[in-house]
């Protein structure tokens, strides 16, 4: 079955303190796996997509990194700004066309 | 580009009533849209997949009579939550896959809308 586990469940840092979030996923094969923000009571806001092992992506101060078996995503000097749920999904080949396995998600606060 | 609203954002309703959320692609076509439900610190549950012109595809232990979509255009979709009870209160979000146009195809991204937040009382 297919899965995403996303640790940890929150991350409290201060402003400046970079660190990761993961994303560990177990898929018959991997098409796409997708990173979005969530805000308190709002929709995911979509942030990157990763296809292949190796690939890098960078937005202002995150970058999203894959391997075969998991997703990095590297926060570089954080600002309360930052402050949202993190969530991971996969998109495995086969199946229902484009559907998205999302994990829990990571609450991240950065505290001035 | 890519934005998606849904209207309402908030509904209270009465038990045994029925209550229809709709869901834009305000700036692409989308012949695709898909219905989430997110209960409180839980993540995205995917209910069902909406086609423009065809039937939805409903996820395993989703109730097809209960929550109808109706996929009207390609940039309108429909849940309409028939006979609401408290169970059914919930977060629910729709997104959308964005169309390539003559190309054909469409993104592997979802673009998802605001979200609307249902109590049933």
């Known amino acids: 079955e297919d899965q995403v586990t996303q640790s940890p469940e929150a991350l409290r840092l201060q402003e400046g303190e970079s660190s990761s979030l993961n994303c560990s996923y177990t898929?018959?094969?991997?098409?796409?796996l997708f990173w979005y923000r969530q805000d308190p009571g709002k929709g995911p806001e979509f942030l990157f997509t990763?296809?292949?092992a190796g690939e890098e992506k960078e937005k202002e101060r995150l970058k999203a990194t894959l391997t075969k078996k998991e997703s990095f995503l590297h926060i570089t000097a954080p600002k309360p700004e930052d402050s949202a749920t993190y969530l991971c999904?996969?998109?495995?080949?086969?199946?229902?066309?484009?559907?998205?396995?999302f994990g829990t998600g990571t609450l991240l606060a950065v505290q001035p | 580009g890519a934005v998606v609203s849904q209207h309402p954002s908030r509904v209270i309703c009465k038990s045994g009533t029925s209550v229809k959320i709709e869901c834009r692609s305000l700036d692409f076509q989308a012949t695709t849209m898909f219905w989430y439900r997110q209960f409180p610190k839980q993540s995205l549950m995917l209910m069902a997949t909406?086609?423009?012109?065809?039937?939805?595809?409903?996820e395993q232990g989703v109730e097809k009579d209960k929550f109808l979509i109706n996929h009207a255009s390609l940039t309108l979709s429909t849940l309409t939550v028939t006979s609401a009870h408290p169970e059914d209160s919930s977060f629910y979000i729709c997104s959308a896959r964005r169309d390539l146009g003559l190309a054909g195809g469409f993104t592997d991204e979802q673009y998802f809308g605001p979200g609307t937040r249902l109590t049933v009382t």
């Open positions: 909406s086609n423009e012109g065809s039937k939805a595809t409903y």
């Open positions: 898929v018959s094969g991997l098409r796409g």
């Open positions: 990763l296809y292949s």
């Open positions: 999904a996969v998109q495995a080949y086969g199946g229902a066309t484009n559907k998205l396995i």
